[in-house]
């Protein structure tokens, strides 16, 4: 079954200390993994995918096939990451249709 | 603003009636997408067009729903005979060929 899993609903952490965001993912073959960002009153965004290995605001995510993982990270928090995170996956179809997780809201506390 | 366009935004409809949702993609993306959004959860996937061709559409489609996409730009999506299950919020999404998906606003669907 195709399948992403964020265990946490709500991270809540201090203004610059280090960040890690989970997510899971259960998929038969080799998806694209994405990591995308809702902040509050705006439209959901793609933060960063695996495939650019890009730095995107100072988060960077590893792709782990043994785990079949896919954590979020940043050294060091600031007050505007507090925002609705969410892993996702789209596989090697045509379609590309994106399966999401259920989400993981962080708060940074100042 | 050239991003993803949904209207309306906010729908309250009584239990039983018709609704129809529209979405405005960016102009040129020939892939256009509807999720589904209900609270506490992810975005699910509902149907995937390419130009004006629905390729896949979601178990959770079911036969209350129907999308089009005539020409190929807009899109419409109708729920007939709308249950209190449906509320949810419902996102429109769309991409050049196989690459980032740009989302709606979404539009708010609230069945009493």
């Known amino acids: 079954a195709q399948r992403v899993t964020q265990p946490e609903k709500l991270l809540s952490v201090f203004k610059g200390a280090p960040v890690e965001l989970k997510c899971n993912y259960s998929?038969?073959?080799?998806?694209?993994l994405f990591w995308y960002v809702q902040y509050s009153r705006q439209r959901l965004q793609l933060l960063l995918r695996?495939?650019s290995r890009e730095s995107i605001k100072g988060f960077t995510a590893d792709l782990n096939k043994g785990e079949t993982s896919f954590h979020l990270k940043k050294p060091f928090a600031q007050e505007e990451d507090s925002a609705m995170y969410y892993c996702?996956?789209?596989?090697?179809?045509?379609?590309?249709?994106?399966?999401f997780g259920s989400g993981t809201r962080l708060s940074i506390r100042p | 603003d050239t991003g993803v366009s949904q209207n309306p935004r906010h729908k309250i409809t009584k239990r039983g009636q018709n609704v129809t949702f529209r979405c405005d993609p960016i102009?040129?993306?020939?892939?256009l997408y509807w999720y589904r959004q209900t609270l506490g959860q992810g975005p699910e996937f509902l149907t995937y067009?390419?130009?004006?061709?629905?390729?896949?559409k979601s178990r959770l489609l079911s036969d209350r729903f129907s999308a089009e996409r005539p020409k190929g730009s807009f899109s419409t999506l109708e729920i007939q005979r709308t249950e209190q299950g449906d509320s949810a919020m419902y996102l429109c999404?769309?991409?050049?060929?196989?690459?980032?998906?740009?989302f709606g606003p979404g539009t708010r669907l609230t069945v009493t």
């Open positions: 999404a769309s991409s050049p060929f196989r690459d980032e998906q740009y």
């Open positions: 102009s040129e993306h020939n892939r």
């Open positions: 998929y038969s073959g080799s998806p694209e």
């Open positions: 695996h495939i």
């Open positions: 996702a996956l789209s596989g090697n179809s045509s379609a590309s249709k994106i399966i």
């Open positions: 067009f390419q130009n004006e061709a629905q390729l896949e």
